[in-house]
């Protein structure tokens, strides 16, 4: 934690259960990707944590990563196997699903896949209006950041038009948002 006014730094959470991407729920609240515990949690104003999902169809997760939440509440993450893939970043385990993209719907919590189709599922943001979805593909060769329409049909929970937005080469690009005029701010190693 980094409090603004005074500069301090702070622990904000220990265990965090190797956390990894955040973001900031409608209503301001902390929703998280845990490696470790294989789940997305949102901590609640007065610092409990509610878990959003865990497991899809019976089965539990790889390691949600990256996670971004649409205007109407619904909550999309990514979920690579980087988690479970060693013990660097969580605990090595056997996975029980493909790595893909999901959506928790804002009103019924159901979970749905929404890409399938994603090699290491990694980064994710939505344009400023939210027609497109960015996707990292941290396991292709070469990486590369796909594009996705949203919403084609009226559905606002579908993707179409798969497409390549940019070709990392040698880089490999992780998480990123994107800014009120539409530019990507990536890391990138």
Known sequence: RWDETSGAVSTFRQSSNNANGHTRDRQGRLVSCEH????????EYDGSITVLADRYRGKRFNSPNDVVVKSDGSIWFSDPTFGIDSFYEGERQESELPACVYRIDGQSGE??????????????????????????????VPRKIRAFDVGA????????????LIDAGPGTPDGFRVDVHGNLWCGWG
């Not at 515990?37 to 901590?43: A, D, P």
């Not at 049909?153 to 390549?164: E, H, K, M, P, W």
């Open 153 to 164: 049909g009226g559905d606002s929970a579908a993707l179409s038009n798969n497409r390549v």
């Open 36 to 43: 470790l515990t294989r789940r997305v949690t949102r901590t």
């Open 111 to 140: 979970v749905t896949v929404v890409a399938d189709d994603i090699l290491g599922p990694n980064g994710l943001a939505f344009s400023p209006d939210e027609s497109v979805l960015y996707i990292v593909e941290s396991r292709g």
